[in-house]
């Protein structure tokens, strides 16, 4: 298993997928840097008369609802359609699920649009299957093993894998379930880490269409093991950023094989 997602990760690195983003305003160029240091290329383009012939060409589709305005929610909805329609993969991360009714009816709305992947904290997970739940924010107020059942009951439902960060990430689709225990707490103290691990599932993705479940776990033991090294030589948050590019660009087999820590059931 480790060495068929260390050659996802490679493979994103020579095939350079391109990953049409619609994004929140915050984590762009967060985003759109750490994609350019995994191998792939971003591109951000929301604009209406373009949204459909973009994602036509993309190998994936990153849907993010961060910072929501109505413009921007129709873009999505385009993209989301045509993605669906050309049948090419696509990634919805529920940034602030339950925190809104206006949030919570975009969400419904995309995921008629059968995401291939759904990324989120636990609160968020826990918010689109509309368990009790309070969502902080865009931070998580349950831990990702308080919403393995959730996350079994979305991806039954939806037929999407489901991606769930945390301490530990739970990466689940229909009755199977791996998790993965690498990363650092740093990593929670940078702006859009998050919004980083769904642009990096996209990735692989497009890379990987053929089982979407182990894209997104080659996707989300990048990150992790990324941000491990990164947090190895950073002196705080500012530092882990710089780091974190750096160890997304240089990560070698060794490294990535001999760190990588996951379990679970399959």
């Given at each position: 298993?480790?060495?068929?997602?260390?050659?996802?990760?490679?493979?994103?690195?020579?095939?350079?997928?391109?990953v049409h983003n619609i994004t929140n305003y915050v984590v762009m160029n967060n985003t759109a840097n750490a994609l350019l240091a995994a191998g792939a290329s971003p591109v951000m383009a929301h604009a209406h008369p373009e949204v459909k012939d973009m994602v036509t060409i993309a190998g994936a589709l990153v849907v993010n609802i961060g910072t929501l305005n109505e413009y921007w929610v129709e873009s999505m909805r385009l993209a989301a359609q045509q993605a669906q329609t050309s049948q090419k993969p696509w990634v919805l991360d529920p940034v602030g699920a339950g925190a809104t009714a206006y949030r919570n009816q975009v969400l419904e709305e995309l995921l008629q649009y059968k995401p291939s992947v759904i990324r989120g904290n636990a609160s968020e997970i826990m918010a689109l299957v509309?368990?009790?739940s309070q969502t902080k924010g865009v931070d998580s107020t349950h831990q990702s093993q308080e919403a393995l059942e959730a996350g079994l009951d979305l991806s039954a439902s939806t037929g999407a894998v489901v991606c769930i960060s945390g301490a530990t990430d739970l990466i689940i689709y229909q009755n199977q379930y791996r998790s993965l225990s690498n990363g650092h707490p740093l990593m929670a103290k940078v702006t859009g880490m998050g919004c980083t691990a769904t642009a990096l599932i996209g990735a692989c993705c497009a890379v990987y269409s053929k089982d979407f479940f182990t894209a997104t776990l080659?996707?989300?033991a990048l990150m992790g093991v990324?941000?491990?090294?990164a947090a190895e030589k950073a002196s705080g948050p500012g530092t882990l950023q710089l780091h974190f590019l750096d160890a997304l660009h240089g990560l070698n087999?060794?490294?990535?094989?001999?760190?990588?820590?996951?379990?679970?059931?399959?």
């Open positions: 298993m480790q060495e068929q997602l260390w050659n996802i990760i490679s493979a994103v690195k020579t095939q350079a997928p391109l509309k368990t009790t080659a996707a989300m990324a941000g491990e090294i087999k060794e490294a990535f094989l001999s760190r990588m820590q996951f379990s679970g059931t399959t």
